[in-house]
């Protein structure tokens, strides 16, 4: 079974600090996606990866950053954490599109920023 | 902008009642697919719908891609508690080979027993 995880389940950060939310998955996937999910928006994504080393941004990218050095991990970064940025975070993975179409989805990292 | 309206929002309905959601978009979509989420867990793939008309089965659940490729419908008959949860549609879109997915708001649906 395809296993994403997420280096934290609930996380509560002080506005302006750097913040780090970390990814890895066990299925030798090309693709990474992080989104955040809020309420009445459903999901919405932020960057994701189809190589080590590449990113492409999402639909919402300000704010945010990512790291992909090994294809297993891929690294969402907030220079400096805003209240805007409370959010439900969520990590997924997938083989390239013409292999197959699902994404595989972590758990999520509840983020509180104060 | 939400490429994706999803409706219901909200379902709340006894059991063994029937219920659809609806998922509509003002573009077209390479394919289009719905998944569930359960509390504290991430969203799980229910089905990917990719030929306009399409019509896909999953027990008691009933999906259909429209004809025009951008809008898709999930029909429950005779709802079970056990299908409460949330429900998303997500558009396809395939962007550097990789498949960009463009969410609905989703659909909180509670079964009553």
């Known amino acids: 079974d395809v296993k994403v995880t997420q280096s934290s389940r609930y996380l509560v950060k002080r506005t302006g600090e750097k913040v780090f939310l970390e990814c890895v998955q066990d299925m030798d996937h090309e693709n990474m996606f992080w989104y955040r999910q809020d309420p009445g928006l459903g999901l919405r994504l932020i960057y994701f990866s189809y190589d080590v080393k590449m990113k492409e941004k999402g639909d919402i990218p300000e704010g945010y950053s990512v790291s992909r050095e090994k294809k297993e991990r891929f690294s969402l970064i907030l220079e400096s954490a805003s209240t805007n940025q409370t959010s439900m975070y969520l990590c997924?993975?997938?083989?390239?599109?013409?292999?197959?179409?699902?994404?595989?989805f972590g758990p999520g990292t509840r983020l509180t920023v104060l | 902008t939400q490429l994706l309206e999803q409706s219901p929002q909200f379902l709340s309905i006894q059991e063994g009642e029937n219920l659809t959601v609806y998922c509509n978009s003002s573009s077209v979509f390479s394919s289009l697919q719905w998944y569930r989420q359960e509390p504290g867990e991430g969203p799980v793939l229910l089905v990917t719908?990719?030929?306009?008309?399409e019509v896909k089965k999953l027990k008691r659940l009933t999906f259909q891609f429209g004809d025009a490729r951008k809008d898709s419908s999930l029909h429950i008959t005779a709802a079970q508690p056990g299908d409460t949860g949330l429900y998303l549609c997500?558009?396809?879109?395939?962007?550097?080979?990789?498949?960009?997915?463009?969410f609905g708001q989703g659909t909180r649906l509670t079964i009553n027993p």
């Open positions: 719908v990719v030929t306009g008309g």
């Open positions: 997924a993975s997938s083989l390239p599109a013409r292999w197959a179409d699902t994404q595989y």
């Open positions: 997500a558009g396809v879109k395939i962007i550097q080979g990789a498949q960009k997915l463009v």
